[in-house]
């Protein structure tokens, strides 16, 4: 064993997660990933998704995606600066900048890639970059990757961010960065004291509204509409892995700043652009999203349903006010153990650790679907609330 590979020897910890029965990861669904679908043999209510508007088995959604493999073929085998770009891409990106209301929209293969490549483009050394220390793992990395330094605020402490603003040079060039919904506690960022803040100190505002759009605003165009400030964020980055049930990222802001990281983002460059599938399906959701007011109403109506019912029979949700909703564990093992109950009763969530979250705060991520029924969601409240009692958690 080399000595570069000595670490990977070492790393035993998932064995032993396995050993005990508790592995969370890597679990197949066979089928449509709907609100019940079947895992570990068996159906399961689906509470650990992102489909928050139900979109993924959508018959136009299907149908779009289908259509474009037939015309196009299954892939552009080429990176959008080159070969890569389709009538289909620009298509996207016009009718996502009307979506939007911004001048342009930039589209990515993923969304990880979107803020790779967007914070690394944007800002470079001498620049600074504040971040919220709650923010997505694709928001470090870009920070990482750019040459700016990193300046981390404490989650959503309005009096922190000036603080930390107040200490960075006058003259540099500062970026303010971060999630609209986060995508671990649910709550939504307070926007306009960001831009405020922002403002005061000549910095910019991006912000990542990956888990806010679809749902959020007037047409699910996300915080920005919710708050009724869109035209004030400078750059808005989201994914169409949630609400548009595909894959793939974009980036909207004025025409120049888009148009620069165009040319300059290395994740956009290098990479092969988008399946003509996935494409098609997250043009066709830009459609249906925009006039899906029902939809909507249904999600936060599901939503506060099973925030309620969970509140009631005394677990601890937090301060959520989106359809993500954490139930808060605080143990690592036992959210494992809790975890591992519940899905052998029939329901899927998600288990949460650090570097996730911080110690201490171990917590399992359920979030909703606008297609949940009232059955499904009383359904899981109920396993909740006895495999609750078997642990002890209330």
């Known amino acids: 064993m080399t000595e570069l590979f000595k670490k990977a020897k070492k790393f035993t910890e998932a064995n032993m997660i396995k050993k005990a029965g508790l592995y969370p990861y890597f679990i197949p669904s066979y089928g449509i990933i709907g609100p019940r679908t079947m895992m570990d043999g068996k159906e399961t209510i689906m509470l650990g ?31 959008r600066f080159l ?4 009538d289909l891409h620009e298509k996207l990106e016009l009718k996502l900048a009307d979506f939007m209301g911004r001048d342009d929209t930039l589209t990515f293969s993923t969304g990880y890639q979107t803020n790779l490549g967007v914070i690394s483009a ?14 997505h793992a694709s928001i470090i990395d870009g920070c990482q990757l750019s040459r700016a330094k990193t300046v981390v605020f404490q989650h959503d402490d309005m009096e922190d961010l000036d603080k930390v603003l107040s200490e960075l040079p006058e003259k540099a060039g500062k970026l303010v960065v971060v999630d609209g919904v986060f995508s671990m506690e649910g709550n939504i960022a307070r926007i306009p004291e960001i831009l405020k803040i922002a403002h005061e100190h000549e910095a910019r505002l991006l912000v990542d509204d990956a888990h806010g759009l679809g749902y959020l605003g007037d047409h699910g165009e996300g915080v920005g509409g919710y708050f009724h400030r869109m035209q ?5 980055t989201g994914t169409f892995s ?60 599901n939503a506060k349903m099973f925030r309620d019912g969970l509140d009631a029979i005394g677990f601890e949700t937090g301060v959520t006010e989106t359809p993500i909703v954490p139930v808060l564990i605080k143990d690592e093992f036992l959210t494992f153990r809790f975890w591992r109950a519940l899905l052998d009763a029939g329901v899927y969530t998600n288990p949460v650790r650090a570097p996730a979250v911080p110690p201490g705060r171990e917590l399992l991520r359920t979030s909703l679907m606008a297609t949940h029924s009232e059955k499904d969601i009383t359904d899981a409240i109920d396993i909740f609330e006895t495999v609750g009692k078997e642990f002890k958690i209330i």
């Open 232 to 236: 004030d964020i400078d750059l808005i």
């Open 49 to 79: 998704s992102n489909n928050y508007m139900g979109l993924n088995n959508h018959p136009e959604m299907i149908k779009a995606s289908c259509d474009a493999t037939k015309k196009y073929g299954t892939g552009c085998t080429g990176s």
């Open 122 to 135: 944007i800002s470079r050394k001498g620049d600074y970059i504040i971040s919220d220390s709650f923010n």
């Open 242 to 301: 949630k609400s548009f049930a595909g894959v793939g990222g974009f980036v909207a802001g004025d025409d120049v700043v888009i148009d620069f990281i165009r040319h300059q983002a290395r994740s956009f460059i290098f990479s092969a652009s988008m399946p003509p599938a996935c494409a098609a399906s997250s043009l066709k959701a830009t459609e249906l999203i925009w006039k899906a007011d029902d939809r909507r109403k249904q999600l936060l109506k």
């Open 83 to 86: 070969n890569g770009t389709l």
